[in-house]
């Protein structure tokens, strides 16, 4: 059984327990027979951002760092201890925090008779009402525990409890979220300072420490290069001596993992108040895979990471004694170039139709999704799809008129004689295209013949393992299947095939959007010209 969202949908503005049931009917259908696996076995595919993300962890374990995990929601005040003056610049890029007041509820006397008209609740159940909406102000029951909460103590509905609050305390759908100083933390930087303030009283250098995680920056706008979320693969090392050389050196010891091969160092401009003047340096680096690529780094150079010297004022804001590099990577940015993307977008979220036009299909997954629409259910039907299939093949050029027997058996208790056949005079058994294979080249599907004419489209494309006279001969075999039942004659013709369903022949839905938004065609006409008949006795 499939679920109906729309249904589900109408019986939740009706009433939302009858909602929750009418969805575990469906739940509760199995999805295919018991006597089919349920799963096939085998490895999956990682998505590109977090396939990076793992890369980028064992590299830095490689490396000799330990894995950290630095505070994500981070107060303004640190923002201001950590960029001085230029910290309402910084805080401008980052996302705060809001939450929902608690609101004072009262119960007027008509509040108390609109109560009542939804649920039957006596004097003392106001009271509890009341008590309840008095706990909630003050904290001691959380927001999602509220419904449950009515509805335990006055033994209603959680349903009826959910209409009441809706249609007799507007204050809840009046709620405006009121900001605190809080902040999701804009770059990994924020989390590092106060992790390592914490730990200067348990820890001595030498300390290296690596991060991978995610990051919000609030843009004005996405873009193929930018989102508001995104991860920063982050590291430090705290000793007496570090330098700027010891960014080299890690910068060259984490990408050379990911095969770019030689690497520049060059001042950047940004000059963020928290690193030392001068030590803020920009990596580039040479991946000779984007040699003559269609990108930005066709030269093979591209900007992947920088690194600076933590300035001292910043660190003695955290009573941390002793300088610290750190540097910082973009994963994205990293993913885009490893997975030969030139939109963030489409590299994160390919699930949009929004990002569409990045949507690439290969015609091995194409061919993958062609099979047929109809096809026979039993083992007796599966052999007569195969007897069409061979008489066809071996009698196909016979002169007509002409019938050859496929056939004879048993199917549901019924013996029936299968037949192809061809009554009309001066042609063939079969058609000149029953043979024909199916084909996917650059993204067409298309219906070729076996021939030296189209060998190099046959070179080119991935033969989708299934020709026109098999995907009839399986119809013919369930049309078989479905007359056994009332023990009448089956006759299934094919003639000139114009569209793929005419011929039995099924495009996943996928498949055809894919097709149609990128102009490419489905082209499986052709003169099939085939009969199969049977007849029960």
């Not at 004659?489 to 005419?502: D, Y």
Request: aromatic fraction near 10%; charged fraction near 25%; include cysteine.
């Amino acid at each position: 059984m499939r679920f109906d969202p729309e249904k589900i949908k109408q019986a939740a503005k009706e009433d939302f327990d009858a909602a929750w049931n009418q969805g575990k009917e469906y739940i509760t259908q199995p999805a295919i027979p018991d006597q089919y696996p349920r799963f096939k076995l085998g490895y999956g595919k990682p998505h590109p951002i977090y396939d990076t993300i793992q890369k980028l962890r064992e590299a830095y374990l490689h490396l000799g760092f330990t894995e950290a995990a630095n505070p994500m929601i981070v107060d303004d005040r640190e923002i201001h201890k950590q960029f001085g003056y230029e910290a309402l610049a910084v805080l401008d890029r980052c996302f705060y925090l809001a939450g929902l007041p608690r609101p004072n509820v009262g119960i007027s006397d008509e509040r108390i008779a609109r109560v009542r008209e939804i649920i039957q609740v006596d004097d003392e159940g106001i009271d509890t009402i009341r008590q309840i909406l008095h706990s909630y102000k003050k904290g001691e029951i959380e927001g999602d525990d509220l419904v449950p909460e009515i509805s335990h103590r006055l033994d209603v509905p959680g349903s009826k409890v959910a209409v009441m609050l809706d249609h007799v305390f507007p204050e809840f759908k009046e709620l405006t979220p009121i900001s605190s100083s809080k902040t999701l933390r804009s770059h990994m930087t924020s989390g590092w300072f106060i992790s390592l303030g914490a730990m200067m009283e348990r820890v001595r250098p030498p300390v290296r420490l690596f991060s991978v995680d995610r990051c919000f920056r609030r843009e004005q706008q996405e873009d193929a290069t930018r989102l508001m979320t995104y991860f920063s693969a982050s590291c430090i090392i705290m000793e007496s001596e570090v330098t700027v050389e010891h960014g080299k050196a890690v910068a060259a010891g984490l990408l050379s993992q990911f095969g770019f091969e030689k690497f520049s160092f060059r001042p950047d401009e940004k000059r963020s108040k928290y690193y030392v003047p001068d030590t803020q340096i920009e990596v580039f680096a040479y991946h000779p895979g984007l040699v003559g690529s269609n990108t930005k780094y066709s030269d093979g150079w591209v900007e992947v990471a920088t690194f600076g010297i933590y300035s001292p004022s910043a660190l003695a804001q955290y009573d941390i004694p002793y300088p610290v590099m750190n540097l910082g990577l973009g994963v994205e940015r990293l993913a885009m170039i490893l997975h030969d993307s030139t939109d963030v977008r489409a590299l994160t979220y390919p699930q949009f139709p929004v990002y569409e036009e990045e949507w690439k299909m290969a015609d091995e997954e194409l061919a993958g999704m062609i099979s047929v629409e109809k096809a026979p259910a039993t083992k007796e039907g599966w052999d007569i799809q195969r007897a069409i299939v061979r008489v066809c093949e071996e009698h196909g050029g016979e002169p007509s008129p002409c019938e050859f027997l496929a056939w004879e058996g048993d199917v549901n208790s019924r013996n029936v004689r299968v037949m192809v056949i061809e009554p009309e005079e001066d042609t063939k058994l079969c058609g000149p295209a029953a043979m024909n294979h199916i084909v996917v080249v650059d993204g067409d599907v298309l219906g070729l013949p076996d021939s030296p004419k189209y060998e190099k489209k046959f070179n080119k494309g991935t033969v989708a393992n299934l020709r026109y006279i098999e995907a009839f001969a399986a119809l013919a075999a369930a049309d078989i299947e479905a007359a056994s039942a009332t023990g009448d004659a089956s006759q299934t013709r094919v003639r000139i095939v114009k569209v793929p369903s005419e011929v039995n022949v099924r495009l996943d839905p996928m498949a055809q959007r894919y097709i149609t938004g990128h102009k490419k065609k489905i082209d499986l006409r052709g003169p099939v010209f085939t009969t199969v008949r049977a007849e029960f006795f």
